[in-house]
């Protein structure tokens, strides 16, 4: 393990804070520090001047309440480094950003982990803790004196933890493959048996006045966003200024010469006998934040992989399935890129207080970027890999593309139940959440989403009745699009090219073939559209050859948000067997 290069990349930061607080725009460093022989990622916001001369660790709890409490987590970082304090965020050993080698997490570390970014973060200043859910109990659970304060919301023990992470992964057994063997499974996280029994000796935290431990309620910070869709995960209102207040009861007083830490931007890591080089980097126009991938020595013709995540999760979500891709992928020679998206993970707008709908142009734009951003990085064959909405991304940016670009891309189109061109159901989804929103591959068809009455229709007499009314006709168009969905789609295959092209167009079908046949008119694009068996099923798709570069396959232990070890186990294996069929083969 190595690390290498020092640097700042500055960070839009737009509008104010949830609590209606100014937010200052400060820069953001992102890489990598050592913690004994292992790397992790961290993020450091520089104080807004004057600083306060001390520096806070923000630690998020690990698994999805990574995903789901993202914005939560940045608007707190941002109102904090406005208030002058050098904010430093992270990501736990085996998890996000922080890469490993294997798929399977060393918990056991975790205490570890929390002592190496104090004490990096700290660089002779005094060193505050804030902490949510299990990462508040790891926090609480120190016993070394190198804290100055802590603050602990969502208090929970990491056997508490533990039970209700497993508990999500059995409810959704039925839609997922079954758990692999050894260790302890958790949605989008797998734990070693030795990391899971170090997890549950972390007790519950309780307020200690004398050790600086302070908790913070929910009357205080409003209900946190824990374990719920990332689509509805909204900042509480009171959150950043309840914990802004808590901290500043016993901060020091400003001090101008106070400068953040800088993570180094380059890092080696080992890989199946390979060495691999990570380098932070930016992306497109707006300088997104990105991760290039490589071995140390390449061929100028390697392969390019750019990956994207889907829906409103970070570049790199809980269980690291992209960047263990990538290492993976880098371990056999081939160039890797992954980059954050607008308005997700490090690109959150801190005047939105929850995700809004990302299918819209602007992830179409942005994976445009990602796929000439990779192009540059290589002469040979660039393969592009997305899941969900990034794959509903790739698709709609491929007819964008110069065709000396095209002709040695391959997208890899993974889960994407959305084939519309204007895919109207899922945009309304977004904005309503209505009885026209598609239903996830295994959810019950028979229970109707109600979109509930706004606060204007609250206030006006007769709002009520009017509501009624109108949720009760968009219920009925509702039902009877949903029918005519089903009937169509069922009859899909049966039918000419040019009708299902018009049925697809018009978004009366949602299934691939269509698309497919549009995609063969970029030139030299081939497509794969891959499927895991539930959705496969939901989009009507079966494997075999749609046209000369285009095809449907079929895997069988996929998952649709990969959320299963045996998905991303899967995926990553096909990614990289399919990226080394691609590079042997010339556009």
Same mark, same amino acid.
């Given at each position: 393990m190595t690390l290498s290069g020092l640097g700042r990349a500055l960070r839009p930061v737009h509008g104010s804070g949830t609590d209606g607080a100014a937010v200052v725009e400060t820069s953001v460093s992102h890489g990598w520090i050592p913690a004994g022989d292992r790397l992790l990622a961290v993020d450091v916001h520089e104080p807004a001047a004057p600083a306060r001369g001390a520096s806070i660790v923000l630690a998020a709890p690990p698994g999805r309440?990574?995903?789901?409490?993202?914005?939560?987590?940045?608007?707190?970082?941002?109102?904090?480094?406005?208030?002058?304090?050098?904010?430093?965020?992270?990501?736990?050993?085996?998890?996000?950003?922080?890469?490993?080698s294997k798929d399977v997490t060393d918990a056991q570390h975790w205490s570890e982990d929390l002592t190496a970014v104090r004490d990096w973060a700290g660089q002779g200043q005094p060193v505050h803790g804030v902490g949510i859910g299990v990462a508040g109990a790891y926090l609480a659970a120190d016993d070394d004196e190198g804290w100055a304060q802590r603050v602990v919301m969502a208090p929970v023990s990491g056997k508490q933890w533990l039970r209700h992470q497993s508990a999500l992964r059995r409810m959704a057994g039925q839609s997922l493959p079954?758990?692999?063997?050894?260790?302890?499974?958790?949605?989008?996280?797998?734990?070693?048996?030795?990391?899971?029994?170090?997890?549950?000796?972390?007790?519950?935290?309780?307020?200690?006045?004398?050790?600086?431990?302070?908790?913070?309620?929910?009357?205080?910070?409003?209900?946190?966003?824990?374990?719920v869709h990332p689509r509805v995960a909204t900042v509480p209102p009171g959150v950043t200024g309840a914990v802004v207040a808590a901290l500043s009861e016993h901060a020091p007083a400003h001090n101008e010469g106070t400068t953040a830490p800088e993570p180094a931007q380059q890092a080696t890591v080992e890989m199946d006998g390979t060495t691999v080089r990570l380098r932070r980097t930016t992306v497109g126009a707006d300088r997104r934040p990105g991760i290039v991938t490589e071995p140390l020595e390449r061929a100028a013709d390697a392969p390019g992989l750019g990956l994207v995540s889907p829906g409103s999760d970070v570049m790199e979500a809980a269980g690291g399935l992209w960047l263990n891709t990538a290492l993976l992928a880098s371990s056999r020679g081939a160039v890797c890129l992954l980059a954050e998206r607008t308005d997700t993970g490090e690109l959150v707008r801190s005047d939105r207080s929850r995700n809004p709908n990302p299918y819209d142009r602007r992830t179409v734009a942005e994976c445009r970027e990602l796929i000439l951003?990779?192009?540059?990085?290589?002469?040979?064959?660039?393969?592009?890999?997305?899941?969900?909405?990034?794959?509903?991304?790739?698709?709609?940016?491929?007819?964008?593309?110069?065709?000396?670009?095209?002709?040695?891309?391959?997208?890899?189109?993974?889960?994407?139940?959305?084939?519309?061109?204007?895919?109207?159901r899922y945009w309304r989804q977004g904005l309503t959440e209505g009885p026209l929103a598609p239903r996830v591959p295994g959810e019950d068809p028979t229970a109707d989403a109600v979109p509930a009455a706004s606060s204007a229709d609250a206030a006006a007499p007769d709002a009520s009745a009017l509501g009624s009314l109108r949720r009760t006709l968009t219920t009925q168009v509702g039902n009877v699009a949903r029918t005519v969905v089903?009937? *169509?789609? +069922?009859?899909?295959?049966? !039918?000419?090219?040019? &009708?299902?092209? %018009? $049925? /697809? @167009?018009? #978004?009366?079908?949602?299934?691939?073939?269509?698309?497919l046949r549009r995609l063969e008119r970029v030139p030299g694009l081939t497509v794969n559209a891959v499927f895991g068996t539930l959705d496969a099923e939901f989009c009507g798709a079966e494997t075999g050859?749609?046209?000369?570069?285009?095809?449907?396959?079929?895997?069988?232990?996929?998952?649709?948000?990969?959320?299963? *070890?045996? +998905?991303?186990?899967?995926? !990553?294996?096909?990614? &990289?067997?399919? %990226? $080394? /069929? @691609?590079? #042997?083969?010339?556009?």
């Open positions: 309440e990574r995903v789901t409490l993202t914005r939560t987590v940045l608007h707190t970082a941002r109102a904090l480094a406005a208030d002058g304090w050098c904010v430093v965020r992270f990501d736990w050993s085996g998890t996000g950003q922080s890469p490993a079954p758990r692999v063997a050894g260790g302890t499974e958790l949605l989008d996280l797998h734990l070693t048996a030795e990391g899971a029994a170090a997890v549950k000796t972390v007790p519950a935290p309780a307020a200690d006045p004398a050790r600086g431990i302070s908790i913070l309620g929910e009357e205080e910070t409003g209900p946190l966003p824990l374990n951003h990779v192009a540059s990085l290589t002469d040979g064959p660039v393969t592009a890999a997305g899941i969900c909405l990034g794959a509903w991304g790739l698709m709609a940016a491929a007819r964008e593309l110069p065709a000396q670009i095209s002709a040695r891309t391959t997208l890899d189109v993974i889960n994407n139940v959305a084939w519309q061109r204007q895919p109207w089903r009937g *169509t789609r +069922a009859k899909a295959h049966a !039918a000419s090219p040019r &009708v299902n092209s %018009l $049925a /697809a @167009t018009l #978004g009366i079908i949602d299934v691939p073939q269509p698309e050859r749609i046209g000369p570069r285009s095809a449907v396959v079929v895997v069988d232990s996929l998952d649709h948000s990969m959320f299963s *070890t045996a +998905a991303r186990r899967a995926m !990553a294996q096909f990614t &990289v067997e399919q %990226l $080394a /069929a @691609t590079s #042997g083969v010339s556009h």
